[in-house]
């Protein structure tokens, strides 16, 4: 048996996780933008609103968008956790 740490498997996990961290980021941060209540600007629009409870178009509540916006942010946090600890690794091992 092998001992010590596989890094190929690890930086292959790590590479995932990152990209299905970003790719759900962006897919559901548009959907928030679709739904918002009073239409989203991207221009106009702080991306902070979309996770307002009071919508600021138009004062209807935003229950729906709030609630993906604490779940996107949070599922995105805890995605990239991997991300993180195997750029390090990398990072320790090239000495850069």
């Known amino acids: 048996m ?27 941060t548009v959907l928030m933008m679709l739904l918002y209540p009073g239409g989203y600007s991207f221009w106009d629009n ?3 609103y979309l996770g307002y409870y009071t919508s600021a178009n138009n ?5 729906l968008c709030q609630t993906l916006f ?9 995605l990239l956790i ?6 390090v690794l990398i990072l320790k091992i090239r000495k850069l």
Do not use: H, R, Y
């Not at 092998?2 to 559901?28: C, E, P, T, Y």
């Not at 004062?59 to 229950?63: A, I, K, Q, R, S």
């Not at 991997?82 to 750029?87: A, E, T």
């Open 70 to 78: 604490v779940i996107t942010f949070i599922s995105f946090t805890v």
């Open 59 to 63: 004062g209807n509540p935003n229950f």
């Open 2 to 28: 092998k001992k010590g740490i596989n890094f190929k498997k690890w930086k292959l996990i790590g590479s995932i996780f990152g990209i299905i961290a970003g790719v759900q980021f962006i897919i559901m």
């Open 82 to 87: 991997p991300f993180f600890l195997v750029l």
């Open 46 to 48: 702080k991306i902070s």
